[in-house]
Every structure is written in structure tokens, then in C-alpha cells.
């Protein structure tokens, strides 16, 4: 059988087919305490990266009330879980509204790679509505991982000095009929999930030699799942 690999999804159309600036509505920032301003870089001698990215990159980016922007610059600040972007004045700031999708065109070495993020699931554990997740698979099932980074401060032996690092957890979740499933990346624990489809499912996973560690693989089981 032929393998298929899915690297993302997009969960969204975007409408709009003009640049739009920082001034529009759910962008624009007021100096009055009504809105929301971001200036200038909060984290320093860090080890690790509190960023998706580290440099700018142009974004998609859907609010609450709808309204759709693309070409914006943005970096996702997975400490913060907080969308940034760049105005006018190539300064970051954060949104006026809630920003309910967005996705992340990332160029590197010449590969183009888009990743979604959204947000809207019940509350579990530390996460709650506002909490984003990256949409690896949509459909009726949807393959949702969850990263969280915090600053950590460590001290060596003997040492004064703090060293600062950013530690990352990953979580995998399934959303079905607006449930949240979290899942562990191995053939028991999702047949478990799945157990409608798990003979199925188990021919795909032997057939196609797929190690449900990996993303890519996972990616293409829940997909196979969604044809079902």
C-alpha cells in the first residue's frame, strides 16, 4: 500500500487577498490602557529558544469575530502562549482581540513549511480554551499536539551564577465530536482510542511499517482513520 505522508493542515480559508495593515480592526493597539502593547525583547540569556521561530515570519491570522489576516509578521511565543506581531513601525505588539487561528509560513534553506495553531477545546489540566494546540490533521478526527515551554533557572555546584533554560513538553491529544483525547504515540494506547476501527487500523500500521513515535507517521495513521 502506498505510504502518504501529511506534514500539517490548514483548518481555515482565507478570504482576504490584500496585505492589512496593523491598523486594522483587532490589530490596532491604544495608548489608553484599552488595548494591549508589547515592546522590545523580555527574555535574555536564555539557553533554548522561547519562540516557535526565532526570526519573523509572515502569518495567517484569524480573530474571534472572524476577521481574517495574511501577510502579517509574527512569532508564536510559547512561553507567553501568545501570538506577537510586527506593525508599521516594526514594532511587536500583541492583539487587541483573541486570536482564535493562525498559522506560521516558516522558510528554510529554500522548504516552505506552514504550521496551524488553534484553540477553542475544553479546559484539562493546565490548558484551557485560550490554550493553543498545533492542528496536525483535521476532520471529523483531529490530531492536536500541545507544546509548553517554561523558564527553568539552574544553579551548578558551588556556582553563583544562574543559568536560565527553556524547557519544552509535548503532549498529543485526538478531538472528536468536541472531546479531547489525550493520547500516548504508541499502537496500544491509541487502538485503545480508536477501538471502532482498531483491526483496521492495525493492518494500516503493519503494512506500512509506521513507528507511531514519529509525527509523520502518526499524521498519516490519523488520516487513514478520518477515510474510514
Given at each position: 500500500m502506498k505510504r502518504i505522508f501529511y506534514t500539517g493542515a490548514l483548518c481555515f480559508c482565507l478570504f482576504s487577498t490584500n496585505l492589512l495593515s496593523s491598523q486594522a480592526q483587532g490589530v490596532t493597539v491604544s495608548g489608553d490602557g484599552q488595548g494591549i502593547y508589547f515592546v522590545g525583547n523580555t527574555y535574555s540569556n536564555l539557553t533554548g529558544s522561547p519562540y516557535l521561530y526565532e526570526d519573523w515570519a509572515k502569518g495567517y491570522v484569524k480573530l474571534a469575530n472572524g476577521t481574517v489576516y495574511r501577510d502579517l509578521f509574527v512569532k508564536y511565543d510559547q512561553v507567553k502562549d501568545e501570538l506577537i506581531f510586527l506593525n508599521e513601525?516594526?514594532?511587536?505588539?500583541?492583539?487587541?482581540?483573541?486570536?482564535?487561528?493562525?498559522?506560521?509560513?516558516?522558510?528554510?534553506?529554500?522548504?516552505?513549511?506552514?504550521?496551524?495553531?488553534?484553540?477553542?477545546?475544553?479546559?484539562?489540566?493546565?490548558?484551557?480554551?485560550?490554550?493553543?494546540?498545533?492542528?496536525?490533521?483535521?476532520?471529523?478526527?483531529?490530531?492536536?499536539?500541545?507544546?509548553?515551554?517554561?523558564?527553568?533557572?539552574e544553579r551548578g555546584n558551588g556556582s553563583i551564577l544562574v543559568?536560565?533554560?527553556?524547557?519544552?513538553?509535548?503532549?498529543?491529544?485526538?478531538?472528536?465530536?468536541?472531546?479531547?483525547?489525550?493520547?500516548?504515540?504508541?499502537?496500544?494506547?491509541?487502538?485503545?482510542?480508536?477501538?471502532?476501527?482498531?483491526?483496521?487500523?492495525?493492518s494500516f500500521i503493519k503494512e506500512n511499517n509506521l513507528n507511531l513515535k514519529k509525527d509523520g507517521d502518526l499524521i498519516t495513521l490519523i488520516y487513514y482513520y478520518n477515510t474510514l
Open positions: 513601525k516594526k514594532s511587536p505588539q500583541l492583539f487587541s482581540q483573541p486570536v482564535t487561528e493562525f498559522t506560521i509560513v516558516n522558510i528554510n534553506e529554500g522548504v516552505e513549511t506552514k504550521r496551524t495553531f488553534i484553540n477553542g477545546f475544553q479546559s484539562m489540566g493546565d490548558a484551557n480554551s485560550k490554550t493553543y494546540y498545533e492542528l496536525l490533521v483535521a476532520g471529523n478526527t483531529k490530531l492536536v499536539k500541545h507544546i509548553s515551554k517554561k523558564v527553568v533557572e543559568n536560565k533554560q527553556v524547557k519544552e513538553t509535548a503532549k498529543y491529544y485526538l478531538s472528536m465530536a468536541d472531546n479531547l483525547y489525550p493520547i500516548k504515540r504508541d499502537q496500544k494506547a491509541i487502538l485503545v482510542t480508536l477501538k471502532s476501527k482498531a483491526t483496521e487500523l492495525t
